[in-house]
Structure formats: structure tokens, C-alpha cells
């Protein structure tokens, strides 16, 4: 027959721990039952205590949240919800989304409870992270600025990379895999191999965007469109770029008639390709080009004046 109520409250404080406590488990419970019936005295009580299963296999941390939950249920609750407020300014840091309160506390009570330092909170919200759900709503905090300086690079270095190629580094950059300059780096090289005949200028710190800058001015002016719209992958800067002389004889600083690498088109020769391109024939100066063709053939026919 268990003791009275008051009387396990007694033994318990005399052990030095929480009726709530070893009522809480079966195997804590078993024991403080036997301990009460053999008269055990607190040195033998917690030398028992601590050879359970349920001692061992928890972390000091761990039975200390124990404890605490069953003999102090308020205090406990307010370091779990002092660790959800570290765990929520952790997750804003990282997205710059709000996490929904029910998730914060889950992860601030394990936070508490296994006595999580500001290092081991930022490793288990990062897990949480999923770049996928929150690109489509357009992703903030360092999380989003890492995304930025990625796409970023990806264009300066002309590599068109696909959205799985991004949501997969900012997650091992979440998860702390990776890193922004180890993922700028496997740009880079992969635009080194892309674009073998600039390679020493990408070891020197130059971009692919730098090397297409005369082309896309050029562009710009041709097309008349802004600079700011043409892309280094556009089909026209990309056809320069690659642009190998059909024999060594054609190109400026080469000789024999052996075929050559790619070596960048010629300006004049991609400013006649772009006269070719459809979008020229929207320009002014294409229609003007028309008028003024137009003017010249009347003019040889005889129809009009030279210089009407």
C-alpha cells in the first residue's frame, strides 16, 4: 500500500527531489516506492537514482529541464519561452519570415530542455529552412542576401544556372555546408571551362561580365535599348564571346592558317551581325537606314535630286 500523499512529499524533499518529479516516470516512481518502504536514506536514494535507465540515458542538462517542468511548471515555461524568442530572432536573422509561434516554442522547449548554446540553436533552426517554400515569396536576411550575391555572380560570370542549382546552395548554406565564396567559387570555375580563352583573366579577378562590357555597350547603342537589359548570355553577346576566326590568318595577332580558339568577334564584325539581328529592324536607325536606301535608289533612278 503506497504512503500517504503528505508522507511522499516528506521522503521526496528528503531526497531532495519532486514527488511531481518521480511520479513522473515508472522506473523513478518503482524506486521511490522502494526507497520509502526500505527507509532509504539520501546518500542510498540517489546513488540508486542515478544508476536507472532513465538517469542514463538523459544528458545533465536534460534531467535538469526534467526536473524543473515537474516541480516548477511556470519557471519552465519561462526559459522555454525565452528559448523560443532566441529560436524565432534566429529564424528572422536567417529568412527574414516570422516563424509561426507554435513551431518557435516546439524548438525553444528542445532548446531549454538540452541546454542549447546560440551556435547549436542556429544548426537546428537552419534544418528547418526550406529555400524552396520561401523563394516563392521572395526569401530575406542573410539567407536572401546570399541568394542575391549568387544570381549575381552567376550573371557577371555568364552561367545561366536553374533554380534547383540555387535552392540547393541556399540550403548548404543554411545548413552551413557551404558557404557564399565556396559556391562563387564553383561558378567561376565552371565559367573558366565555359569560356577556356578567358580563363586567365577569371584567375586575375575578372568576369565574363567585364570581358562582354565593349559588346554590350555596343549593343546598347545599336539596338538602342538600355545596357542594363542585355545579359552576358544573351545570344548575340554569347556568339561574340565564343567567336573563333575560321583560320589563324583571320585573326589580328595570329599567323599561319591553322583553325584558332576563340578569341572574342571583332567589334566592327558583331556590329555588322547585330544589322542582321531582327531586333534591329524595330530601331531608328534601321529605318532610317531604309529612307535613306530608299532616297539613294530614287536618286540613281533619277525620280528626285541628289540630296532631296
Do not use: C, H
Not at 557551404?178 to 579577378?205: C, F, H, M, W
Amino acid at each position: 500500500m503506497a504512503a500517504p500523499l503528505d508522507q511522499q512529499k516528506d521522503f521526496a524533499a528528503t531526497y531532495g527531489w519532486s514527488l511531481a518529479v518521480l511520479r513522473s516516470a515508472p522506473e523513478l516512481s518503482k524506486l521511490f516506492d522502494r526507497a520509502i518502504a526500505g527507509g532509504y536514506n539520501q546518500s542510498r536514494f540517489v546513488a540508486e537514482l542515478r544508476n536507472t535507465g532513465w538517469y542514463k540515458s538523459r544528458s545533465e542538462s536534460v534531467r535538469q529541464g526534467t526536473v524543473l517542468r515537474k516541480a516548477d511548471p511556470a519557471e519552465y515555461q519561462r526559459r522555454a519561452q525565452q528559448a523560443a524568442s532566441m529560436v524565432a530572432d534566429q529564424y528572422y536573422a536567417m529568412t527574414g519570415r516570422r516563424m509561426s509561434g507554435p513551431t518557435a516554442l516546439s524548438l525553444g522547449a528542445n532548446a531549454f530542455l538540452y541546454g542549447f548554446n546560440e551556435n547549436e540553436v542556429r544548426d537546428m533552426v537552419a534544418k528547418t529552412v526550406s529555400s524552396a517554400k520561401l523563394m516563392k515569396g521572395g526569401i530575406g536576411g542573410t539567407l536572401g542576401e546570399a541568394e542575391r550575391q549568387l544570381r549575381q555572380a552567376a550573371d557577371d560570370y555568364g552561367m545561366d544556372m536553374s533554380q534547383t542549382w540555387f535552392l540547393n546552395a541556399v540550403n548548404n548554406i543554411a545548413w552551413q555546408n557551404t558557404d557564399v565564396t565556396a559556391e562563387i567559387g564553383k561558378l567561376r570555375t565552371l565559367a573558366k571551362s565555359r569560356y577556356p580563352a578567358y580563363a586567365d583573366q577569371i584567375d586575375q579577378g575578372g568576369t565574363i561580365k567585364d570581358i562582354a562590357e565593349p559588346y554590350r555597350q555596343l549593343m546598347a547603342k545599336t539596338l538602342e535599348v538600355s545596357d542594363k537589359s542585355i545579359r552576358v548570355n544573351d545570344r548575340a553577346i554569347q556568339s561574340a564571346l565564343t567567336y573563333a576566326p575560321k583560320t589563324a590568318k583571320e585573326g589580328a595577332n595570329n599567323s599561319g592558317n591553322k583553325p584558332t580558339a576563340p578569341s572574342g568577334m571583332p567589334l566592327w564584325q558583331f556590329e555588322q551581325n547585330l544589322k542582321n539581328d531582327p531586333r534591329w529592324n524595330k530601331t531608328k536607325g534601321a529605318q532610317d537606314a531604309i529612307m535613306s536606301a530608299g532616297r539613294q535608289v530614287l536618286s540613281d533612278l533619277g525620280f528626285i535630286g541628289g540630296g532631296q
